[in-house]
């Protein structure tokens, strides 16, 4: 966290820039990859969502 590390949108390489420096693409915040440790806290918001259900 407090990483402002954007992915382009067209090559998928990661930049700090709004647009990206290898072809000029748009870049953006990437969203949580499931290859990213913040799926770890989507099982846990999972799990506690149907701990919550049960209850
Ligand atoms: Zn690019």
Sequence with gaps: ?????RKCKQCSRYTLEES???CGGKTVNP?????SPA?????????SKQIEDTI
Excluded at 31 to 35: I, K, L, S, T
Aim: hydrophobic content about 20%; proline content about 9%; overall charge positive.
């Design 1 to 5: 966290m407090g990483y402002k590390i």
């Design 20 to 22: 990206c420096p290898y």
């Design 39 to 47: 799926d770890r806290y989507g099982k846990y918001r999972r799990q």
């Design 31 to 35: 969203q949580p990859a499931r290859f």
